[in-house]
Every structure is written in C-alpha cells, then in structure tokens.
C-alpha cells in the first residue's frame, strides 16, 4: 500500500512562492511517472503537472513558466516550486503517479492547502 505525505502548502500573497514536497512510500518510485493536482472548493482534482522517470516534464498551460516540478528518486521524493501564485492557484495540492489512461495510485494523501491572496 503506497502512503503519500504532502506538504509545504500556506497562505502567500499573490506573487509569492512556495514549494511543495510530497513524501511517498510502499512502492517503487523512481520507475513512475508522478504528478502533482490540485482541486479547488467546487470544483474537480486537475492534474497540473507530471514528471516522468527519466525527467522529461509536462505542464497545464495555467502554470507554465511559474511552477516547476522534480524529483529526487533516491528520498522518493517529489517536488513543486510554485511561484509568481496567482489567487486562482489556490486549492488543495496533492500528489499521486500518472499513469497512462488517468490511472493513479487507489490511495490519496491528505494534501496540502495553497491559499493565494489578493
């Protein structure tokens, strides 16, 4: 049973950064590819942004050029640097595997909030 452990998360004015950090355990992770999502108040979980196991990266185009995933496969560890955040950028972040076809782990952490004002 995988256990994934987000955290990182606040409230930062808008323009300001964070980073997130996701700890995960129970499974091989360095042959994954792990994204980061994110679900604001009504609305649904998005995937924002994934990693592959040899580095290549992919971004919504909401975030690109401000957030930047990684990986370090040796802590099992993931990674979101978030900067420039915009007060739409505030939701609950969470990481998982991206799998093809939208497959993810069955198990969810708890997540992290990021709240962005104005």
């Known amino acids: 049973q995988v256990q994934l452990v987000e955290s990182g998360g606040g409230l930062v004015q808008a323009g300001g950064s964070l980073r997130l950090s996701c700890a995960a355990s129970?499974?091989?992770?360095?042959?994954?590819?792990m994204g980061w999502f994110r679900q604001a108040p009504g609305e649904e979980r998005e995937l924002v942004a994934v990693?592959?196991?040899?580095?290549?990266?992919s971004y919504i185009e909401a975030i690109k050029g401000r957030f930047t995933i990684s990986r370090d496969n040796a802590k099992s560890a993931l990674y979101l640097q978030m900067n420039n955040l915009k007060p739409e950028d505030t939701a609950v972040y969470f990481c998982?595997?991206?799998?093809?076809?939208?497959?993810?782990?069955?198990?969810w952490g708890q997540g992290t909030q990021v709240t962005v004002s104005s």
């Open positions: 998982n595997a991206a799998l093809s076809a939208g497959k993810t782990f069955d198990s």
């Open positions: 129970g499974r091989t992770f360095s042959s994954l590819a």
């Open positions: 990693i592959r196991k040899l580095g290549d990266t």
